[in-house]
């Protein structure tokens, strides 16, 4: 079974300065990755996605991610953090494909990072 | 706007009530989605469905029910039977073709016990 680990529960970033939020993932084939944010109390907001070719993915607000295979990786990054960044964040991984696999575009989460920027 | 519409916002539910949440979508997509959140971990598949009056349970199931009668709509319901119903509830739609397609999340319904 496909599985998504974040390790940073938390982290503290001051405003202006680089941003990297981690994220491993488990999947037996090429998988569809996918990284989202959260406002408090709001839906989630597709950030960027990742099915194949560029390893280098380039989302809305300024962040981009790397799918590196060899580390099962689709790390987060932002050049320079912005107060408004502050929110939780997931990484998700998707089925391929559904003819074969059955199950619809399931997405499976990991547990989220929260972000604070320090002004 | 396409978008997907959860309501109510808040909710509160009795001992022994079951109560219904909302999810209304106008992006034309097939597929869709019911996630419970708690807080540190994550969102937890409850059901999804891929085609009208078609539905599959996802990882935590038991004590909920849903619907599925019309391609906009697919309706939530906590029953007695859930014994911490306390959390937020996302749902969400995608299109459904080859795999990789993201979800697209309304607002969430906010569950809380009286």
């Known amino acids: 079974a496909q599985s998504v680990t974040q390790p940073d529960i938390h982290i503290t970033v001051s405003e202006g300065a680089s941003l990297e939020l981690r994220c491993n993932y488990s999947?037996?084939?090429?998988?569809?990755l996918f990284w989202y944010v959260q406002s408090p109390g709001q839906g989630l907001q597709l950030l960027l996605k990742y099915f194949s070719g560029d390893t280098l993915v380039q989302g809305i607000k300024g962040f981009e991610a790397e799918f590196k295979r060899s580390q099962s990786s689709f790390n987060l990054r932002k050049p320079s953090v912005h107060w408004s960044d502050a929110a939780e964040y997931f990484c998700?991984?998707?089925?391929?494909?559904?003819?074969?696999?059955?199950?619809?575009?399931?997405?499976?989460f990991g547990t989220g990072t929260q972000l604070k920027v320090e002004l | 706007d396409g978008g997907i519409t959860q309501s109510p916002k808040y909710l509160f539910r009795k001992e022994g009530q079951n109560v219904t949440l909302s999810c209304e979508q106008n992006l034309n997509h097939d597929a869709m989605y019911w996630y419970r959140q708690d807080p540190g971990q994550g969102l937890r598949l409850i059901y999804y469905?891929?085609?009208?009056?078609?539905?599959q349970k996802g990882d935590i199931a038991e004590g909920y029910s849903v619907s599925r009668e019309k391609k906009e709509s697919f309706p939530l319901t906590v029953t007695s039977a859930q014994k911490n119903p306390t959390a937020f509830y996302l749902c969400?739609?995608?299109?459904?073709?080859?795999?990789?397609?993201?979800?697209?999340f309304g607002d969430g319904t906010r569950l809380s016990i009286l």
């Open positions: 999947y037996g084939a090429t998988p569809y």
């Open positions: 969400a739609s995608s299109i459904q073709r080859q795999g990789g397609q993201p979800q697209h």
């Open positions: 469905s891929q085609i009208v009056n078609d539905f």
């Open positions: 998700a991984v998707g089925e391929g494909d559904i003819i074969l696999t059955g199950g619809g575009n399931k997405l499976t």
